[in-house]
């Protein structure tokens, strides 16, 4: 669990087989090779699979868990623990990460399935926003980090007085008003505000196109906005600046 963990929410599987499976075609093989297994199982149920994908998987159901199954996609564990560490500063970055999906699923502004951001760029968002424009501002922490004595000994530098509703309206208002929309780039792996332009961001793709950046702080390449349809861009904005009202 990464800390920001709500209700109904579906779970990440990763089959690990070695450095020979690396391959998006070897993974294709041996989730076909598990699709065949799980049907004759009947213990999870195949909804869907998603093989033509940058990271094929499985769509399963485990009674009323959603699971998605994937082969060597190391880098969800690496987000997961960074997630981890960060929930583990203060109850307020956790608090702030859940209520910021659940305003965009209330907003029905999230699933990168349906062109919108993921949950997890939505707990970027917060991160990015406790980093840049709160005081004092989160620690930024290294890719590699996880719940650990060092993120302890940080969380006892780390205060945050302001209640979750002062804190969740700040955050709205800082994406409607405050934050450079199609210049700046949110990147927690920084955690500070840098324009899109700035070497830093050379690896990030499509830095140039579109309304909004997120970089992934593992994959640095990856720009989790990257799946979200111009009309979705426009709609997310909209949102966050009548949230501001």
Known sequence: ANGFGTTGCDLDVVMHEGVEAASQQNAKAVLKKFWRFLELDGTFVVKEGVLRARVPILKLRYGTLEVDLSVNNVSPLLNTRLLRAYASLHTSVAELGVAMKLWAKGARLCGAAFGHL???????????????????????????????????????????????????????????????????????????????????????????????????????SRNLADVVTPRHQDALYDAFRKAAA
Do not use: M, N
């Not at 804190?167 to 899109?196: I, K, M, N, P, T």
């Open 118 to 220: 993921s949950a997890y760029a939505f707990v970027l968002l917060a991160v990015y926003f406790l980093q840049v424009a709160c005081s004092p501002p989160l620690p930024c922490l290294p890719a590699g980090s996880s719940a650990d004595p060092a993120g302890a000994a940080l969380a006892s530098s780390w205060e945050c007085a302001t209640p979750l509703h002062l804190l969740l309206a700040r955050c709205l208002a800082f994406y409607g008003h405050e934050f450079r929309w199609g210049e700046e780039v949110v990147s927690v792996r920084l955690g500070h505000r840098e324009d899109a332009r700035s070497d830093v961001f050379e690896r990030l793709h499509g830095r140039r196109k579109g309304l909004l950046y997120i970089e992934d702080p593992i994959l640095t």
